[in-house]
């Protein structure tokens, strides 16, 4: 008997220029005017006009709300998609996502999140996507994503040192720095007990990586701040404000 054969893989993505990796990850969001802002500046560093941008919102369990909420704010700006998990994804995922200008990450639990993307081979869909320029970002759960660990609240209200990240960025981070009164307590508790050390972020405040270095903080409040975070210790970090347009 014939073995069956397997079906030719699609067509490979239509080539695109090379630019530098790069990630943003914020801290969070804020107030609708404020993630706006942040959220422009994620779309500017695609260079083009109208770029193509798509929302994963594994970590929120696919919240209907915040997909509507996306398109509403970013329809007359960029072209828009996201990508579902459920009941499975989409067929042509990789080519989906290696055509796009830029890829936003939802905040909630991140260790679903992750353990979903893994069983799907999407961490490794991601990985390409940013070697080849494809400008990564999100908050809180898309914050933490993108480093070697993070501290989260994925398996209950307590916060916890989680090792499992994607490891695009050294070290560990903290999003909510100023937003959960529990947070910057417990990530300095960690990391002087021998958690990686990293950095965190206050909410508003993004990071801007370029490779798998800081370029800059920038937010858009002017008390918003991210912070180096070692045994002995935390140093604040000077951010750039965002001006409105």
């Given at each position: 008997l014939r073995r069956a054969q397997r079906p030719l893989p699609g067509p490979a993505p239509a080539p695109r220029l090379m630019a530098e990796p790069q990630i943003v990850a914020l801290g969070g969001l804020g107030e609708d005017d404020e993630a706006g802002r942040v959220i422009e500046f994620v779309l500017g560093l695609t260079g083009k006009e109208r770029p193509r941008v798509c929302l994963v919102p594994t970590a929120s369990a696919e919240e209907p709300e915040f997909i509507v909420r996306f398109y509403a704010g970013l329809?007359?700006?960029?072209?828009?998609?996201?990508?579902?998990?459920?009941?499975?994804?989409?067929?042509?995922?990789?080519?989906?996502?290696?055509?796009?200008?830029?890829?936003?990450?939802?905040?909630?639990?991140?260790?679903?999140?992750?353990?979903?993307?893994?069983?799907?081979?999407?961490?490794?869909?991601?990985?390409?996507?940013?070697?080849?320029?494809?400008?990564?970002?999100?908050?809180?759960?898309?914050?933490?994503?993108?480093?070697?660990?993070?501290?989260?609240?994925?398996?209950?209200?307590?916060?916890?040192?989680?090792?499992?990240?994607?490891?695009?960025?050294?070290?560990?981070?903290?999003?909510?720095?100023?937003?959960?009164?529990?947070?910057?307590?417990?990530?300095?508790?960690?990391?002087?007990?021998?958690?990686?050390?990293?950095?965190?972020?206050?909410?508003?405040?993004?990071?801007?990586?370029?490779?798998?270095?800081?370029?800059?903080?920038?937010?858009v409040r002017d008390a918003a701040r991210a912070y180096r975070v070692q045994p002995d210790g935390e140093t604040p970090i000077e951010p750039r404000i965002l001006e409105k347009e």
């Amino acid at each position: 008997l014939r073995r069956a054969q397997r079906p030719l893989p699609g067509p490979a993505p239509a080539p695109r220029l090379m630019a530098e990796p790069q990630i943003v990850a914020l801290g969070g969001l804020g107030e609708d005017d404020e993630a706006g802002r942040v959220i422009e500046f994620v779309l500017g560093l695609t260079g083009k006009e109208r770029p193509r941008v798509c929302l994963v919102p594994t970590a929120s369990a696919e919240e209907p709300e915040f997909i509507v909420r996306f398109y509403a704010g970013l329809s007359g700006r960029a072209d828009c998609s996201h990508l579902s998990f459920f009941p499975w994804p989409r067929e042509n995922l990789r080519e989906h996502v290696l055509s796009q200008d830029a890829v936003f990450v939802s905040g909630g639990n991140t260790a679903n999140m992750l353990a979903i993307w893994r069983v799907h081979g999407f961490d490794r869909i991601l990985r390409e996507a940013w070697e080849q320029g494809t400008v990564l970002a999100g908050s809180s759960a898309g914050m933490i994503c993108w480093f070697e660990a993070g501290v989260t609240d994925s398996f209950g209200p307590q916060l916890e040192g989680m090792r499992d990240g994607l490891g695009f960025l050294r070290g560990s981070a903290c999003p909510h720095y100023d937003g959960e009164e529990r947070r910057r307590p417990v990530y300095q508790e960690l990391v002087a007990n021998g958690f990686p050390a990293g950095i965190a972020a206050d909410d508003t405040a993004a990071l801007h990586y370029v490779g798998t270095e800081l370029k800059e903080v920038v937010t858009v409040r002017d008390a918003a701040r991210a912070y180096r975070v070692q045994p002995d210790g935390e140093t604040p970090i000077e951010p750039r404000i965002l001006e409105k347009e």
